[in-house]
């Protein structure tokens, strides 16, 4: 499976997301590469983070790539890893263009503070620009750094149930503490202790509805 974690605004938690991801698949027992086209290099950050933390035990193999070199590499290493998680910058770019022409699922957080609808109609572009080169992508959309009061989660996801292009997961992650201690130290939230309870439970959720939702492509696909 190759996911790319991207959109077209920064400030979303993508990189978090991916990480997380990458984890929840380790513990799956999936031997996962962790692909960082981002030119800011937050996932090249975080695993060097990890590196440190569990003494060059990091579980996965990590590169950087970017550009039109993407598209070649990964459908190279494609056949040798069980998946592929690829982190893109929170822009427009050749690196993830190049990334969404060989994925199965395009995973796109939204901050709910930051969701305004020039940003969903520029992704909804984007996607639209795309999939004549790769029809069978799936694209996902859910909240991320969710408040726990105020109405911000709400009206967001009510904008983004709308997409055309985009399939809604009502599988908020909140904007919780734990995940920046995590990232800090190189770690998924599902590795922390102690454990946030809620934050372990919010990541297990999003996680298995956004595998659940890829594979139902491939199979369909097939």
């Known amino acids: 499976m190759i996911y ?3 959109g077209i605004k920064g400030g979303s938690g993508k990189t978090t997301i991916a990480t997380n991801l990458t984890v929840f698949l380790l513990q799956q027992g999936r031997d996962v590469i962790l692909v960082d086209a981002d030119d800011q290099e937050s996932a090249t950050d975080f695993t ?4 440190q933390s569990l003494d060059g035990e990091i579980g996965y193999t990590a590169v950087k790539l970017t550009g039109r070199e993407l598209h070649a590499s990964v459908t190279r290493l494609a056949t040798k890893y069980d998946d592929i998680i690829i982190d893109t910058g929170g822009r427009d770019t050749v690196s993830q263009r190049s990334a969404l022409t060989i994925s199965h ?5 939204f901050a709910p503070r930051s ?3 020039w940003t969903l109609r520029k992704v909804e572009n984007l996607i639209a620009e795309v999939t004549p080169f790769n029809p069978g992508l799936r694209c996902l959309t859910f909240i991320n750094k969710a408040d726990a009061r105020g109405t911000y989660k709400e009206e967001a996801g ?3 149930r709308g997409s055309t292009y985009l399939q809604f997961l009502d599988t908020a992650v909140g904007n919780r503490i734990s995940f920046a201690n995590a990232a800090a130290a190189g770690l998924g ?3 922390m202790k102690p454990a946030d309870e809620k934050a372990v439970a919010e990541i297990n959720e999003l996680c298995r509805s956004v595998q659940e939702a890829a594979l139902i492509n ?3 696909v097939k």
Request: charged share 15%; aromatic share 8%.
């Open 4 to 6: 790319t974690v991207g």
């Open 48 to 51: 060097s983070f990890r590196h």
């Open 105 to 109: 699922a395009y995973l796109v957080p």
């Open 115 to 117: 969701l305004d609808i």
């Open 158 to 160: 009510e904008l983004l």
């Open 189 to 191: 939230v599902l590795e």
């Open 218 to 220: 491939v199979q369909s």
